[in-house]
T-cell receptor, first 113, second 115 residues
Framework: GENVEQHPSTLSVQEGDSAVIKCTYSDSASNYFPWYKQELGKRPQLIID?????GEKKDQRIAVTLNKTAKHFSLHITETQPEDSAVYFCAVSAGGGADGLTFGKGTHLIIQP | KAGVTQTPRYLIKTRGQQVTLSCSPI?????VSWYQQTPGQGLQFLFEYFSETQRNKGNFPGRFSGRQFSNSRSEMNVSTLELGDSALYLCASSLDGLAGVDTQYFGPGTRLTVL
């Protein structure tokens, strides 16, 4: 089955700096790559997603890049703010149909004031 | 539109008991997926329902089962509870559940504690 590796597990950055979280996956047929943000005690919230026919997508301070050849994708957050502190999960769809999402283990992002 | 809702939000059970969790999807969404979230294993896919049919299943024992009703609401059942079943159970809804097309929106989860 699909395997998703996410790094780093914890990331501490100064407020205003950029943060980058990387994920690799194993199934070359995977075609959907969402990122979720989960604050303590709350539900995962979709923050951005990308599909396999696109290499990069941006939404204000958040961007995702996808390299299908290397089977990895990354989340980029610029000008980080205290409210960006949360756990971020990457996910991959297993290749079509009604497959569930396979998640990475998560990255705890800490924004230092 | 109202978001995905789950009931109950918290549940405490003892080993050997069974439990039923409920999920109401966003209006118009026909696909409901269930996930288990634990600190050790992270978020793991349990199963997905569409039009009252289970379309896909993750790697969980048969003690975990579910169903979906004609109004797209879904229930998940865990029988013969074990300590390791303690987790946050999340459901997510999407329009058609087609990977690569649909976005999944999560509910707040049900926190199950097994004593």
């Amino acid at each position: 089955g699909e395997n998703v590796e996410q790094h780093p597990s914890t990331l501490s950055v100064q407020e205003g700096d950029s943060a980058v979280i990387k994920c690799t996956y194993s199934d070359s047929a995977s075609n959907y790559f969402p990122w979720y943000k989960q604050e303590l005690g709350k539900r995962p919230q979709l923050i951005i997603d990308i599909r396999s026919n696109v290499g990069e997508k941006k939404d204000q301070r958040i961007a995702v890049t996808l390299n299908k050849t290397a089977k990895h994708f990354s989340l980029h957050i610029t000008e980080t703010q205290p409210e960006d502190s949360a756990v971020y999960f990457c996910a991959v769809s297993a290749g079509g149909g009604a497959d569930g999402l396979t998640f990475g283990k998560g990255t705890h992002l800490i924004i230092q004031p | 539109k109202a978001g995905v809702t789950q009931t109950p939000r918290y549940l405490i059970k003892t080993r050997g008991q069974q439990v039923t969790l409920s999920c109401s999807p966003i209006s118009g969404h026909r696909s409901v997926s269930w996930y288990q979230q634990t600190p050790g294993q992270g978020l793991q896919f349990l199963f997905e329902y569409f039009s009252e049919t289970q379309r896909n299943k993750g790697n969980f024992p048969g003690r975990f089962s579910g169903r979906q009703f004609s109004n797209s609401r879904s229930e998940m059942n865990v029988s013969t509870l074990e300590l390791g079943d303690s987790a946050l159970y999340l459901c997510a809804s999407s329009l058609d559940g087609l990977a690569g097309v649909d976005t999944q929106y999560f509910g707040p989860g049900t926190r199950l504690t097994v004593l």
